[in-house]
């Protein structure tokens, strides 16, 4: 069974850093690309970063610069550092997988930048 469980969203100053994690469980981790998306109060859902099984790392434009995802495939979790924050970025985060055609959600963790 799938599991994905995110970490470490707060309440942080425009300008300030934080660093998520998606600590997670019932599939081959280490195998899988990745997905971290986000979801704004009326807005879609949308991808924010991508790391793949060899560790290639793609970003939205929004956040290139800013973001870094990365993975430690010993702990079968993911992070998003988030730097130079902006109340923009203010949303929910999640996690992601896609097996099979079926996408896998954590319960997300709220960011909430204030200006």
């Known amino acids: 069974q799938v599991q994905l469980v995110e970490s470490g969203g707060g309440l942080v100053q425009a300008g300030g850093s934080l660093r998520l994690s998606c600590a997670t469980s019932g599939f081959a981790f280490s195998a899988n690309v990745m997905n971290w998306y986000r979801q704004a109060p009326g807005k879609r859902r949308e991808v924010v970063a991508v790391?793949?099984?060899?560790?290639?790392?793609n970003y939205a434009d929004s956040v290139k610069g800013r973001f870094t995802i990365s993975r430690d495939n010993a702990k079968n979790t993911v992070y998003l550092q988030m730097n130079s924050l902006k109340p923009e970025d203010t949303a929910v985060y999640y996690c992601?997988?896609?097996?099979?055609?079926?996408?896998?959600w954590g319960q997300g963790t709220q960011v909430t930048v204030s200006s």
């Open positions: 790391i793949t099984a060899g560790n290639s790392a």
């Open positions: 992601n997988i896609i097996q099979r055609g079926t996408y896998y």
